[in-house]
């Protein structure tokens, strides 16, 4: 691939260098040099070369530096560009800067700082009015064939949802509401333990990286599942402990690590019942530890297998 560029080999190391020491708890993926270039040194691919720019599959496009889930594909569509064009990002997984040149509006990853490319405004493609035109070699790309969905309930869902959106292979994570009788419910309606429903996270994950086996483990050893009724100080029958299941693999899998948690002298109250319908909670409720910048009380990482 040609990049339009004039930026040294060396340059590359540095800036690479330079990136992993901003956030040394941060592991990122070893890039190639042209994606370095690109990626670290803010170079363009030249139009109509990128893997993704006719990519028209069903899936998500993830940062290729971190792996942060960045645009669904539904929000892709054809500007004839010559690069990817989104009019929408996944919530809070880009952010725009001021371009050096003075004039346009640079996207990277909000996760880790890689260059992704520049958005622009105002130009009438969709009813969005907005267009991220990205380098392909900025991304990866996961086929929805190979993303998988599970759905935990362990107490609030901000501790659940806190361990599961930073384990590997998990693309996307949901908070909201399962179990219950009413339509559509409000954080304020299940609270009042009228409606029936328990805080759940969804989980969805890619496949080929994790098991829905490995997020069970995390599940476990980040909860008491020998409580019944609550969790920690969180008192009532949205807090249970439950794992709605998608499909006949799944309950198999949740069946033998009850009787392994048993065999360990364990005594886990989680009930296992099939998936119904998901309701998302409000917005505020999402990703709440990270916007808070902390960590949950009750849900504390503890080794079991």
């Given at each position: 691939?040609?990049?339009q560029?004039?930026?040294?080999?060396f340059?590359?190391?540095?800036s690479?260098?330079?990136?992993?020491?901003?956030?040394?708890?941060?592991?990122?993926?070893?890039?190639t040099?042209?994606?370095?270039?690109?990626?670290?040194?803010?170079?363009?691919?030249?139009?109509?070369?990128g893997?993704?720019v006719?990519?028209?599959?069903?899936?998500?496009?993830t940062?290729?530096?971190?792996?942060?889930?960045?645009y669904?594909s539904?929000?892709?569509?054809d500007?004839?560009?010559?690069w990817p064009s989104?009019?929408?990002?996944?919530?809070?997984?880009v952010?725009?800067i001021?371009?050096?040149?003075?004039?346009?509006?640079?996207?990277?990853?909000?996760?880790?700082?890689?260059?992704l490319?520049?958005?622009?405004?105002?130009?009438?493609?969709?009813?969005?009015n907005?267009r991220?035109?990205?380098?392909?070699?900025?991304?990866k790309?996961?086929?929805?064939?190979k993303?998988?969905?599970?759905?935990?309930?362990?107490?609030?869902?901000w501790?659940?949802?806190?361990?599961?959106?930073?384990?590997?292979g998990?693309?996307?994570?949901?908070?909201?509401?399962m179990?219950?009788?009413?339509?559509?419910?409000?954080?304020?309606?299940?609270?009042?333990?009228?409606?029936?429903?328990?805080?759940?996270?969804?989980v969805?994950?890619?496949?080929?990286?994790?098991?829905?086996?490995?997020?069970?483990?995390l599940?476990?050893?980040?909860?008491n599942?020998e409580?019944i009724?609550?969790?920690?100080?969180?008192?009532?029958?949205q807090?249970?402990?439950?794992?709605?299941?998608?499909?006949?693999?799944?309950?198999?899998?949740?069946?033998?690590?009850?009787?392994?948690?048993?065999d360990?002298?364990?005594?886990?109250?989680?009930?296992?019942?099939?998936a119904?319908?998901f309701?998302?909670a409000?917005?505020?409720?999402?990703?709440?530890?990270?916007?808070?910048?902390?960590?949950?009380?009750?849900?504390?990482?503890?080794?079991i297998?």
């Amino acid at each position: 691939m040609k990049i339009q560029t004039f930026v040294l080999g060396f340059l590359i190391i540095l800036s690479q260098n330079a990136c992993n020491q901003t956030n040394k708890k941060m592991t990122y993926n070893k890039l190639t040099t042209d994606e370095a270039l690109v990626i670290l040194n803010k170079a363009t691919e030249r139009p109509y070369t990128g893997e993704y720019v006719n990519n028209k599959d069903a899936g998500i496009y993830t940062c290729k530096q971190c792996d942060a889930h960045l645009y669904n594909s539904s929000d892709k569509f054809d500007s004839h560009c010559g690069w990817p064009s989104f009019d929408d990002e996944i919530k809070g997984a880009v952010k725009r800067i001021p371009d050096a040149d003075g004039h346009r509006t640079e996207i990277v990853c909000a996760n880790c700082g890689g260059h992704l490319g520049h958005v622009f405004m105002n130009e009438g493609f969709t009813e969005k009015n907005t267009r991220h035109c990205v380098n392909s070699i900025s991304m990866k790309f996961i086929p929805n064939k190979k993303m998988e969905k599970a759905y935990f309930a362990s107490g609030c869902f901000w501790g659940t949802e806190y361990h599961f959106m930073k384990a590997k292979g998990v693309i996307e994570t949901t908070v909201g509401y399962m179990g219950g009788k009413t339509l559509n419910p409000t954080y304020k309606e299940v609270c009042s333990g009228t409606t029936g429903h328990i805080e759940t996270t969804e989980v969805v994950f890619d496949s080929s990286q994790t098991s829905f086996e490995n997020l069970l483990k995390l599940y476990y050893e980040t909860h008491n599942f020998e409580q019944i009724g609550g969790q920690g100080p969180d008192i009532g029958s949205q807090y249970q402990s439950v794992v709605f299941y998608v499909n006949e693999e799944q309950k198999v899998m949740v069946d033998k690590y009850m009787q392994i948690l048993t065999d360990k002298s364990y005594k886990p109250a989680t009930k296992l019942l099939p998936a119904p319908k998901f309701w998302a909670a409000e917005d505020y409720h999402q990703e709440y530890y990270d916007k808070k910048d902390g960590s949950p009380y009750c849900h504390i990482y503890k080794k079991i297998f």
